[in-house]
C-alpha cells in the first residue's frame, strides 16, 4: 500500500511498528493523530478506529474514510473541511470537533442520531446553518458550540475580500488562522492574536495588510491550542 506519509507516522507512532503494516495491525487501531496529511482514504481499512484526530489536513473528505462503525469521536481542526458529507457513514459518532475549517453546511449532521458534542466554531457557516440548522442540531440533544454572531460575520467578511482565514476567540484573544495546507505548512500554528476592530479596520481601509500579520511575531501568541 502506498500510504500517505504523515497517515504512516501517524501508524507508526501508536503502534510501534514500521512500514509495511499488515492488514491485520491496520484494523487493530483504536486511536490515531494525524497531522499535514494529503488524503485519508488510506484510513477506510482503520475499521476499529474509535479516536481520530486530525489536524492541518488537506484536503478532509469525511467520505473518503468509508464506514467506520466504531469511531466515536473526531477532532479535525485547521484543516479543509469543506463540507460533512460522510458523517452519516459513522453509526457511532459522539462528539465531533470541527472548529477552525471551512465549512458553510451542518445539514449531513441531522442524519447522526448519536451525536451528543459539537464544535463547528471559527467556520464560515452560512445564513441558514447559523440560524436554522445549529439549532435544529441543538434540538435533537447535541451540546453545541459556536462562534458568537460578531467573531462568525468577521470570517464571512474575511472570505469575501478573497481571504481564506478563520477568525477565532481563544483564550488570550482572538485569532486569525489558515486552515488547510494552500497557505501555510504548519496551519495549527502562528496565529496572530488581533482584535475585531483592528481587523474590521484593514479590511476596510487596505486588506492587503491583513495576510502580513500572520508575519508578525509581536502578535503570535505564547501557549499554543485555543
Given at each position: 500500500?502506498?500510504?500517505?506519509s504523515?497517515?504512516?507516522?501517524?501508524i507508526?507512532?501508536?503502534t510501534g511498528?514500521q512500514?509495511p503494516f499488515s492488514?491485520?495491525?491496520l484494523?487493530?487501531?483504536t486511536?490515531l493523530?494525524?497531522?499535514?496529511?494529503?488524503?485519508?482514504?488510506?484510513?477506510?481499512?482503520?475499521?476499529?478506529?474509535e479516536?481520530?484526530?486530525?489536524?492541518?489536513?488537506?484536503?478532509?473528505?469525511?467520505?473518503?474514510?468509508?464506514?467506520?462503525p466504531?469511531?466515536?469521536?473526531?477532532?479535525?481542526?485547521?484543516?479543509?473541511?469543506e463540507?460533512?458529507?460522510?458523517?452519516e457513514?459513522f453509526?457511532?459518532?459522539?462528539?465531533?470537533?470541527?472548529?477552525?475549517?471551512r465549512?458553510?453546511?451542518?445539514?449531513?449532521l441531522?442524519?447522526?442520531?448519536?451525536?451528543?458534542?459539537?464544535?463547528?466554531?471559527?467556520?464560515?457557516l452560512?445564513e441558514?446553518?447559523y440560524?436554522?440548522?445549529?439549532?435544529?442540531?441543538?434540538?435533537?440533544?447535541v451540546?453545541?458550540?459556536?462562534?458568537?454572531?460578531?467573531?462568525?460575520?468577521?470570517?464571512?467578511?474575511?472570505?469575501?475580500?478573497?481571504?481564506?482565514y478563520?477568525?477565532y476567540?481563544?483564550?488570550?484573544?482572538?485569532?486569525?488562522?489558515r486552515?488547510?495546507l494552500a497557505?501555510?505548512?504548519?496551519?495549527?500554528?502562528?496565529?496572530?492574536?488581533?482584535?475585531?476592530?483592528?481587523?474590521?479596520n484593514?479590511?476596510?481601509q487596505n486588506p492587503d495588510?491583513?495576510?502580513?500579520l500572520?508575519?508578525?511575531?509581536?502578535?503570535?501568541?505564547?501557549?499554543?491550542?485555543?
Open positions: 500500500m502506498n500510504m500517505d504523515s497517515i504512516a507516522q501517524a507508526s507512532q501508536e511498528q512500514q492488514i491485520e495491525l484494523q487493530s487501531v486511536y493523530h494525524v497531522s499535514y496529511a494529503r488524503t485519508l482514504e488510506d484510513l477506510s481499512v482503520c475499521q476499529s478506529l479516536i481520530l484526530q486530525i489536524i492541518g489536513c488537506d484536503p478532509v473528505d469525511l467520505s473518503q474514510l468509508g464506514e467506520l466504531m469511531l466515536a469521536t473526531i477532532v479535525v481542526q485547521f484543516s479543509n473541511l463540507n460533512l458529507a460522510g458523517v457513514h453509526p457511532s459518532l459522539r462528539r465531533l470537533t470541527a472548529g477552525m475549517n465549512i458553510e453546511d451542518l445539514s449531513p441531522l442524519a447522526c442520531p448519536r451525536l451528543r458534542r459539537l464544535d463547528v466554531r471559527g467556520n464560515p452560512s441558514n446553518s440560524r436554522i440548522l445549529a439549532p435544529q442540531v441543538q434540538e435533537k440533544g451540546r453545541i458550540s459556536v462562534s458568537d454572531e460578531l467573531d462568525w460575520k468577521m470570517t464571512l467578511e474575511l472570505q469575501r475580500h478573497g481571504l481564506p478563520c477568525f476567540k481563544a483564550h488570550d484573544g482572538t485569532r486569525l488562522c486552515p488547510g497557505l501555510t505548512d504548519m496551519p495549527d500554528l502562528s496565529h496572530p492574536i488581533v482584535a475585531r476592530e483592528e481587523l474590521a484593514l479590511l476596510d495588510e491583513v495576510p502580513k500572520f508575519d508578525r511575531m509581536d502578535l503570535m501568541p505564547t501557549t499554543l491550542g485555543p
